[in-house]
């Protein structure tokens, strides 16, 4: 049994990952800024928990990813309630239509900084605090958007890129201290978030990549494409030539 | 590649978890993708194509979703959830302004006290999902259907009824307590002793008495995760239909499959499925397995693949292929339970035309039984997977379907709109057959029946409507289906 703070356990992939967690017995202690969805999928989670729903272990902890100086206090709370913080698993972050993004600034900057510059500072934080006690698991939701530039997603699939730039780093320089860097890379996965979106082929469920997220922590894998198919799919896109890009306007 | 066929000016890929920051376009994306075939016309702005299982009807609609059932439930017409009623119970009113709410983003559970048994949860909480937590530990549903892709709202709106009817009655037996928002707009806690005729009328009411928000009922308490599994060949339908009872009477779980292709001395020979829970001793040592979707129908299928020349080899095949699994053995639940989850969106077998399910229930006589399926097939009609189960006495749901007797589901693929008898000829006739011999069928299935007919097979339906309207007195929920039906107002 091992114990982890979970940035966005309320929503979509996040809350099913939580919950194959919380079924093995896992202690967790939620990170997210509405105390009232907290409270609700703290209770979801210690009814799954094979242990007593009043000794499950589920946590909660106040935690924007829009503001900064939330994040320590947050981390110090769950390794606390913990006892001992084994990881951070983050699987929030925003989103917003391209249109949208190019239509304000302002709303680009909340999204670049959210999904880039405040996930990174985060994880600073938590590497520094698994480091000292000798190791432990950080876990991070990118995006296949980050893969190669795609014209409907390019300033989030920017953020995204940026971010699985960051982790692979955090996993050449300290995989040998112990410190397991696995970065998340889903396809298209139906969620509530995409629900307005006509599913492509081989749109995912949130449980079935909570499933292979849980196996890819298990093996220490530094990297998944989720459902594996876009792993494929991928392997393809990267290797198009820029001028089919162009002329497809990918 | 993939990405072409996604809406151009949709975002995608993304990662699902993370949140709409801005207020999203109030309304769905249309679905460029589906705009093709019926209906008509293209969708309007916000609006989709939607249909049930069978893909028959499809109308356009509006659908929201999220995880507060409590706030969206206020100014939808209607709540659905993982879409497994085959016909128009799920779908919305054709152009409704107000959107069907899908509630299967609101699965959490809240409460549950494993000294009693109880479990409240959230409409929208999938039965796999509740297996899969609950089986483990010695728990499970009192009664399933024929899939565990079903969510706890859909199971109280259709008052859904498993191989256990004769011995367990439906799931609205077992249900303490609902939280439902009515058509008032008030949020309303129900049972069997609160708002009783409300109660009633909401099990099997198809989510016009309210949006179920949340469902509080009694799980069955199980000595292991294994069925004990019995298949035995018979020969006719004369043989089938009276050992049905007689093994009904000892096991608690059973249902037989026929196949409808066979005529004469054959007709409707088949194999009879029976099973209890395993003890512990019985049990093997294996975990539980689970409940997956693990092959997947990828497209659609020519239209008129499945006819009655293929459904007929089908038929045999799979006649042939129980032979070779008679007897006793330990069975899954899934392979118990929901053999045909594990093909996920197999309805896409039946092309674009789509396909819609007729069961009806009908007294437990070989007679009958050699007649109806005599008519079904000189109107043309051949089914796979043929599923016949006895029921018990009527629970106390309005509109629920069971009634003493033997029911009976046959998979009809839709014909195209030339053919004659037509797909609506048909369930006509089926209609006037079980009409004739005081059987119903059941609303969860059904596409094609008249609403004359429906009222004739359902002799509370005058009662369930006065209560609807108490409730709901200007008519802001609503369905295709009840459209259809239940005479709402256009």
């Known amino acids: 049994m091992s114990g982890f703070a979970i940035l966005g356990a309320t929503r979509g992939m996040g809350k099913q990952l939580a919950r194959r967690m919380a079924e093995r017995g896992d202690s967790l202690c939620l990170l997210g800024r509405d105390p009232a969805r907290l409270e609700a999928t703290r209770t979801d989670l210690s009814i799954r928990s094979p242990h007593a729903e009043e000794n499950a272990g589920i946590f909660t902890a106040s935690c924007d990813l829009l503001q900064p100086d939330t994040f320590e206090p947050a981390l110090e709370s769950a390794a606390k309630q913990l006892g001992r913080l084994d990881g951070l698993i983050v699987t929030a972050g925003l989103f917003a239509d391209q249109a949208q993004l190019e239509a304000s600034s302002e709303l680009l900057e909340q999204l670049l900084t959210a999904d880039f510059v405040n996930t990174v500072l985060l994880c600073e934080l938590a590497k520094e605090r698994l480091l000292k006690q000798g190791g432990g698991l950080l876990c991070v939701f990118s995006s296949v958007a980050g893969d190669r530039a795609r014209t409907p997603v390019r300033l989030y699939g920017a953020a995204k890129a940026g971010l699985s730039h960051y982790l692979e780093g955090l996993d050449h320089a300290y995989r040998r201290e112990g410190l397991v860097t696995l970065d998340v890379k889903p396809g298209f996965v139906r969620t509530e978030m995409t629900a307005h979106l006509a599913p492509p082929p081989f749109a995912g469920e949130p449980s079935a990549v909570a499933r292979e997220v849980l196996a890819a922590i298990d093996r220490g894998s530094a990297r998944i494409y989720t459902p594996r198919i876009w792993g494929l799919i991928l392997w393809v896109i990267r290797l198009t030539p820029r001028t089919i890009m162009r002329r497809i306007r990918f | ?490």
């Open chain 2, 1 to 490: 590649m993939t990405f072409r066929n996604a809406p151009s000016s949709a975002s995608l890929p993304s990662v699902g978890n993370d949140e709409p920051m801005e207020p999203r376009p109030s309304s769905p994306l249309p679905a460029p993708g589906r705009a093709r075939g019926r209906p008509g016309r293209s969708p309007a702005q916000g609006e989709r194509i939607l249909s049930g299982w069978g893909r028959y009807p499809r109308v356009h609609g509006r659908e929201t979703t999220g995880d507060s059932l409590l706030r969206l439930s206020d100014g939808a017409v209607l709540s659905g959830g993982l879409g497994r009623a085959y016909g128009d119970a799920g779908l919305p009113p054709p152009n409704a302004q107000r959107p069907l709410l899908r509630t299967t983003h609101a699965d959490r559970l809240l409460r549950f006290d494993p000294t009693t048994a109880v479990l409240r949860a959230e409409a929208g909480v999938c039965l796999a999902d509740l297996i899969h937590v609950f089986l483990p530990r010695g728990f499970f549903t009192p009664v399933s259907p024929g899939t565990a892709f079903v969510t706890l709202g859909g199971m109280v709106a259709a008052d859904i009824h498993g191989k256990n009817h004769h011995v367990a009655g439906s799931f609205g037996e077992h249900v303490r307590s609902l939280r439902i928002r009515t058509g008032d707009g008030k949020i309303r806690d129900i049972g069997p002793d609160r708002e009783p005729e409300l109660f009633a009328a909401t099990l099997g009411g198809m989510g016009l008495t309210g949006h179920i928000l949340e469902v509080e009922f009694q799980l069955e308490r199980v000595p292991s995760p294994w069925i004990v599994e019995e298949r035995h060949m018979v020969s006719s339908v004369e043989e089938l239909i009276p050992r049905l009872s007689e093994v009904g009477r000892e096991w608690p779980m059973t249902v037989a499959w026929l196949d409808t292709a066979q005529r004469g001395a054959a007709l409707g020979r088949g194999s009879l499925w029976i099973g209890r829970w395993a003890s512990r001793d019985e049990a093997p040592a294996r975990a539980f397995p689970g409940i997956r979707e693990r092959i997947e129908v990828p497209f659609e299928l020519p239209s008129g693949l499945l006819n009655p020349t293929t459904l007929g080899w089908a038929n045999s095949v799979w006649y042939r292929a129980q032979y070779l699994k008679q007897g006793r053995s330990l069975a899954s639940p899934q392979q118990f339970f929901y053999p045909l989850d594990a093909v996920r969106s197999w309805p896409r077998a039946y092309g674009r035309r789509g396909f819609t399910q007729y069961q009806c229930v009908l007294p437990s006589e070989p007679a009958v039984f050699r007649s109806f399926l005599e008519l079904f097939q000189r109107m043309g009609g051949c089914s796979f997977v043929t599923v016949v189960k006895d029921c018990g006495p009527e629970g106390r749901g309005m509109l629920s379907f069971p009634k003493p007797g033997t029911s009976i589901a046959l998979d009809i693929p839709i014909k195209p709109p030339s053919s004659t008898p037509s797909t609506q000829q048909l369930v006509d006739r089926l209609n006037a057959f079980t009409l004739d011999h005081g059987g119903r069928i059941y609303l969860a299935k059904d596409a094609f029946t008249r609403a004359e007919d429906f009222r004739a097979m359902y002799p509370r339906f005058d009662e369930w409507t006065r209560v609807r309207r108490k409730f709901d007195p200007e008519g802001k929920l609503g369905s295709a289906m009840s459209l259809r039906l239940m005479g709402d107002a256009r």
